[in-house]
């Protein structure tokens, strides 16, 4: 790969994903809240919403393959992958401007036009995200270049995701407070996340060069391919369980952040500091990851990454909920282990592309990184099944204010947003441990058979 192409390369597509992730966040980690607290939907209500998000999330994470078949199947002079990724970016900022309005419906008749709306938006972000990460693997086949390009990418997610975070209390409140109100406040800054994410998205559209590595370009994909890409490729399959346990409990956990410092913590605009705090840390460990990773293996990373995690939640479930000390310290760690985990789970995913060419006799880079998604999606409907259900379950839903909630409904929302997550992330550790087999040596073994047979440069 040209060393032009590939810094032209690490920093566009990387900057590309900055809207991104603010636009998937604000969806992902603010609808709950939005609907609970700022339209105040009652229990009834939620319960509905709470089905229609499951169900949702996992048919748009089942139809992600489908997607990915789409992208590779894609015959454009403008290549398969920037298509589908304007396409898919214009729609799903649209559609999230639509989940953030107020229609002045209530019941039946909001929850109907609520479930087309997101079913919509979910499908079109899933043409962008699909074809977007796609694109990874096709602009380099060296590890450490690949590491770079996708560690530069997670800092520019992670740089969306807690600008977002930091920014959306702070912000909605004084929109709000200019306005008279909040409803039309979410729905202006919607409007404003959109067009982040369309400029953002630009410069991935307009500056990405890619080099064309690949020399034997696979014919189109059909469903018997599709599956066959999957189910045939044992190291996506693993990569794909231990990645969907530890976004399940990634998801679940931020998910609550929020719910967190208003009922438990007591002041909700502690949130943002927090956010900042920890939003820099795992900036942070991302930007040193690539020293770690010249001097310890990915095994040997993982591994310390899930015991900083375990000690961050530890730490964290035993800290008094009302100081910022014990939880601070310990959100770190577990931001830390969690910047360096899905970093690693990236790369994983991407060496899966070539493994699955080698052993199957085709390539088919999207609906391999259709699971990346699939994986997202399944994560974030299970933890906003978790969240949904325990805001009911703990009578925050009904609550007022921090007062209006009891201890024993503070400790279920602790071991919901605590200890499941933990589970979860431990498992996914073990079962890579288990089974995940593609390490240096062997991906260096499959690069040259590639080459002897002529498929890549």
């Given at each position: 790969?040209?060393?032009?192409?590939?810094?032209?390369?690490?920093?566009?597509?990387?900057?590309?994903?900055?809207?991104?992730?603010?636009?998937?966040?604000?969806v992902?980690?603010?609808?709950?809240?939005?609907?609970?607290?700022?339209?105040?939907?009652?229990?009834?209500?939620?319960?509905?919403?709470?089905?229609?998000?499951?169900?949702?999330?996992?048919?748009?994470?089942?139809?992600?393959?489908?997607?990915?078949?789409?992208?590779?199947?894609?015959?454009s002079?403008?290549?398969?992958?920037?298509?589908n990724?304007?396409?898919?970016?214009?729609?799903?900022g649209?559609?999230?401007?639509?989940?953030?309005?107020?229609?002045?419906?209530?019941?039946?008749?909001?929850?109907?036009?609520?479930?087309?709306?997101?079913?919509?938006?979910?499908?079109?972000?899933t043409?962008?995200?699909?074809?977007?990460?796609?694109?990874?693997?096709?602009?380099?086949?060296?590890?450490?270049?690949?590491?770079?390009?996708?560690?530069?990418?997670?800092?520019?997610?992670?740089?969306?995701?807690?600008?977002?975070?930091?920014?959306?209390?702070?912000?909605?409140?004084?929109?709000?407070?200019?306005?008279?109100?909040?409803?039309?406040?979410?729905?202006?800054?919607?409007?404003?996340i959109?067009?982040i994410?369309?400029?953002?998205?630009?410069?991935?559209?307009?500056?990405?060069?890619e080099?064309?590595?690949?020399?034997?370009?696979?014919?189109?994909?059909?469903?018997?391919?599709?599956?066959?890409?999957?189910?045939?490729?044992?190291?996506?399959?693993?990569?794909?369980?231990?990645?969907a346990?530890?976004?399940?409990?990634?998801?679940?956990?931020?998910?609550?952040?929020?719910?967190?410092?208003?009922?438990?913590?007591?002041?909700?605009?502690?949130?943002?500091?927090?956010?900042?705090?920890?939003?820099?840390?795992q900036?942070?460990?991302?930007?040193?990851?690539?020293?770690?990773?010249k001097?310890?293996?990915?095994?040997?990373?993982?591994?310390?990454?899930?015991?900083?995690?375990?000690?961050?939640?530890?730490?964290?479930?035993?800290?008094?909920?009302?100081?910022?000390?014990?939880?601070?310290?310990?959100?770190?760690?577990?931001?830390?282990?969690?910047?360096?985990?899905?970093?690693?789970?990236?790369?994983?995913?991407t060496?899966?592309?070539?493994?699955?060419?080698?052993?199957?006799?085709?390539?088919?880079?999207?609906?391999?990184f259709?699971?990346?998604?699939?994986?997202?999606?399944?994560?974030?409907?299970?933890?906003?099944?978790?969240?949904?259900?325990?805001?009911?379950?703990?009578?925050i839903?009904?609550?007022e204010?921090?007062?209006?909630?009891?201890?024993?409904?503070?400790?279920?929302?602790?071991?919901?947003?605590?200890v499941?997550?933990?589970?979860?992330?431990?498992?996914?550790?073990?079962?890579?441990?288990?089974?995940?087999?593609?390490?240096k040596?062997?991906?260096?073994?499959?690069?040259?058979?590639?080459?002897?047979?002529?498929?890549?440069?």
């Amino acid at each position: 790969m040209g060393k032009n192409y590939f810094k032209r390369n690490l920093f566009t597509f990387g900057l590309g994903t900055v809207g991104r992730d603010m636009l998937y966040s604000l969806v992902s980690i603010q609808l709950i809240f939005y609907l609970t607290d700022i339209l105040q939907l009652d229990d009834s209500a939620m319960w509905w919403i709470t089905a229609i998000l499951l169900v949702f999330r996992i048919y748009d994470a089942v139809d992600d393959p489908i997607m990915g078949a789409l992208v590779d199947n894609t015959k454009s002079k403008w290549g398969k992958f920037k298509p589908n990724i304007l396409i898919g970016a214009l729609l799903s900022g649209i559609f999230t401007i639509l989940l953030f309005t107020d229609f002045k419906l209530t019941g039946a008749a909001y929850i109907v036009i609520f479930a087309i709306v997101y079913l919509l938006w979910g499908i079109t972000f899933t043409i962008n995200d699909i074809a977007y990460w796609s694109m990874l693997p096709t602009l380099s086949m060296d590890q450490k270049e690949r590491e770079k390009i996708g560690a530069f990418a997670r800092i520019c997610a992670d740089v969306g995701l807690f600008t977002l975070v930091v920014l959306v209390v702070p912000i909605t409140n004084m929109i709000g407070d200019a306005v008279g109100s909040m409803k039309t406040s979410y729905f202006l800054f919607s409007i404003a996340i959109a067009l982040i994410m369309w400029g953002t998205q630009s410069i991935t559209l307009f500056g990405v060069k890619e080099p064309h590595l690949v020399v034997k370009e696979s014919s189109t994909t059909s469903i018997r391919d599709m599956a066959r890409a999957i189910f045939k490729n044992d190291q996506l399959l693993y990569t794909a369980v231990s990645m969907a346990l530890f976004m399940i409990g990634y998801s679940t956990t931020t998910s609550f952040g929020l719910y967190f410092f208003k009922y438990a913590y007591g002041d909700e605009n502690m949130y943002s500091v927090f956010a900042a705090i920890l939003g820099a840390s795992q900036i942070a460990a991302l930007i040193i990851f690539p020293l770690f990773s010249k001097k310890f293996s990915r095994k040997q990373l993982y591994t310390g990454a899930t015991i900083l995690v375990v000690a961050g939640y530890l730490l964290f479930f035993f800290s008094p909920m009302n100081t910022m000390a014990g939880i601070g310290v310990a959100g770190i760690l577990i931001f830390i282990g969690e910047a360096f985990i899905q970093l690693l789970m990236l790369v994983f995913l991407t060496d899966t592309i070539e493994y699955g060419q080698w052993k199957l006799k085709k390539r088919n880079d999207s609906v391999t990184f259709a699971v990346q998604p699939f994986i997202n999606k399944m994560g974030a409907a299970v933890g906003s099944g978790i969240v949904s259900a325990t805001v009911i379950i703990s009578g925050i839903n009904r609550a007022e204010t921090a007062a209006d909630v009891t201890a024993q409904g503070l400790l279920i929302m602790k071991l919901s947003m605590l200890v499941l997550p933990l589970l979860f992330i431990v498992a996914g550790y073990i079962i890579y441990r288990l089974k995940y087999k593609i390490d240096k040596q062997m991906y260096e073994k499959i690069l040259g058979d590639l080459r002897e047979r002529g498929e890549i440069r």
